[in-house]
């Protein structure tokens, strides 16, 4: 039946089907996993995941990958946390300059890789150990103060869907609408696929990296705010394990390290079924360090099936 | 007729450290013209193509286009004057469709930069109709990939067409295709010929351009060695000059 579709959309079902088929076996298994409460606990784990991994795809279909997205996560967290004060308009410019500081390290980063020409692995490395920082000079522990006002809307429900899935599917819409009918789409598909040829028909190469950069830095910081509102606190590590499970909700989405072809439309399925295995392993009671063997086993055998799909 | 060339270099002289890859060379490209530009590896020929399409500067020498004197100072400029280099791996993007190919860089939008897919597809499909060497594409969609070697340089060369170009450098077309797709790129380039654009052929194989250019031009070691009208001379005379050189 498979046969029936094109190649790049083959993989996307493919990987919609394995989502599929991870939520029923435990739906069949366990009773705690189908409940309402469960669901929507996946859902706002996802959330944050799922964000962060739609800025991670427009820098892996460029053939780049970003280390600082989780760093831009952690400081945001911080920065809502000190700055927040309980009235609308300190949260509204709190969650604008969050917006703008990770934007600015996209652009930054950007900078890096085009004009510098440095490796997006060297930049992001550098740029992901200076925001750490950044972050734990503010706020060396957990701590500070995130107004109930913000972190009830954030977790809440509109029309029993939880808002982080709501914000997760406007940015999903947003990000698939920008690479599939844009200009700028197309250019980073372009850029991916062949840098050269892409400079040849005329491209402002270093004009398309800083943009992708600078979304995905933004879109870190959408991320951010969506976790400040699960944690209601600003902890300068919070984001640690985002970098490596963005970049494996990508991979596993179909999106190859080679650039060029791929997209969000596997990204998203990617991030819902390592939450979904998160969820399952906290369910059984499976301790963190396991969780992450578990991570690395996933990327690793996504590649490798990838590869011997692709000869 | 216009009384000047279409394109004329005067005295092009290029430095690379201390090799002198062009001597004062002067080229000239004449309206509808079929101008084979030949010479062993390393006589100058792909550096004076380069010159052309703005990769190069050179150090000494003029570039006249029509008359007047033009400056190409990148590859963008070069397009901007209608001079396209088709390249011996055809600048394409194998991941993207055939239509996104033809308009890269040049795409059809519509306000906030979003894409005009259904005009670019109707566009597309006229171009693939037209051009005669561009068979067995089934549609636009279809990915550069899945494209033969003749077809993919058929692709390169409708988007110069299309895109109004009046010279095409091609810079060892024929080298990765096979005979009989080297036959289709040639009839194609003959056919454009005939619709005002003239081409370069740049090749160390003087019997693949014998056959279709107006004029032959040979380069050895920098310098311009030979300029002659294909009525003047012989495949004999031409092959004995390189021999001796």
Do not use: W
Not at chain 2, 55 to 66: H, L
Not at chain 2, 85 to 106: E, H, K, P, W
Not at chain 2, 149 to 178: C, N
Not at chain 2, 215 to 239: A, H, M, Q
């Amino acid at each position: 039946m498979l046969k029936l579709f094109k190649r790049k959309d083959r993989t996307v079902i493919t990987i919609y089907l394995v989502l599929v088929i991870l939520f029923i076996i435990p739906s069949i298994i366990s009773p705690v996993f189908r409940t309402y409460r469960n669901i929507s606990n996946i859902l706002h784990q996802a959330a944050s995941l799922g964000i962060v991994s739609v800025g991670q795809t427009f820098i892996v279909l460029l053939t780049g990958l970003d280390l600082s997205v989780g760093s831009v996560m952690s400081l945001t967290t911080v920065i809502c946390a000190t700055l927040m004060k309980n009235n609308p308009s300190m949260i509204f410019l709190t969650i604008l300059l969050s917006l703008a500081v990770g934007a600015g390290i996209g652009f930054l980063n950007g900078f890096l890789v085009s004009k510098v020409k440095l490796s997006p692995l060297i930049a992001t490395l550098g740029m992901m150990a200076l925001v750490q920082g950044i972050a734990l000079r503010v706020r060396p522990y957990p701590g500070g103060y995130v107004p109930r006002s913000f972190g009830d809307t954030i977790t809440g429900n509109l029309f029993f869907i939880p808002v982080p899935a709501i914000i997760l599917l406007l940015v999903v819409v947003a990000g698939i609408i920008t690479l599939r009918k844009t200009i700028l789409g197309n250019y980073i598909y372009a850029t991916g696929g062949g840098e050269e040829n892409a400079r040849l028909a005329g491209i402002n190469i270093n004009l398309v990296k800083i943009s992708a950069y600078t979304i995905c830095g933004l879109i870190a910081a959408v991320a951010g705010l969506v976790l400040t509102g699960r944690i209601r606190s600003g902890d300068p590590l919070v984001g640690t394990s985002f970098p490596l499970d963005s970049i494996t909700a990508v991979i596993v989405g179909g999106t190859p390290f080679t650039g060029g072809q791929g997209g969000i439309e596997g990204t998203i399925a990617g991030a819902l079924i390592i939450a979904m295995l998160s969820n399952m392993l906290n369910l059984l009671n499976v301790s963190s360090f396991y969780q992450y063997i578990v991570k690395g086993l996933i990327l690793i055998t996504a590649v490798v099936i990838y590869s011997l799909r692709r000869k | 007729m216009n009384k000047h060339p279409l394109i004329e270099m005067k005295g092009i002289y290029k430095k690379f450290g201390a090799i002198e890859a062009l001597k004062g060379v002067d080229f000239i490209i004449n309206y509808n013209e079929i101008v084979g530009l030949i010479g062993d590896n390393g006589a100058g020929k792909s550096t004076l193509i380069n010159i052309l399409s703005g990769v190069y500067q050179p150090d000494k020498g003029k570039i006249y286009k029509e008359g007047k004197e033009v400056i190409i100072s990148s590859h963008t400029d070069a397009i901007k004057l209608g001079i396209e280099t088709i390249y011996q791996n055809t600048a394409l993007v194998d991941q993207m469709s055939v239509m996104r190919n033809i308009f890269l860089g040049r795409e059809m939008t519509l306000p906030f930069g979003f894409l005009n897919k259904r005009d670019m597809k109707q566009k597309a499909l006229q171009i693939l109709t037209e051009s005669i060497a561009i068979s067995g594409i089934k549609s636009p969609d279809q990915l550069v990939e899945y494209l033969s070697g003749g077809q993919k340089q058929a692709v390169a060369i409708a988007r110069a067409v299309h895109f109004k170009s009046q010279i095409l450098l091609l810079d060892e077309p024929t080298t990765a295709l096979s005979v009989k797709e080297s036959r289709k790129v040639l009839e194609y380039i003959k056919h454009l010929k005939e619709n005002g654009v003239s081409s370069v052929f740049v090749t160390h194989n003087m019997e693949h351009v014998y056959g279709i250019a107006d004029r032959l031009v040979i380069l050895s070691r920098g310098e311009k060695i030979k300029d002659v009208r294909k009525e003047d001379t012989s495949l004999e005379e031409l092959s004995e000059i390189m021999i001796s050189h």
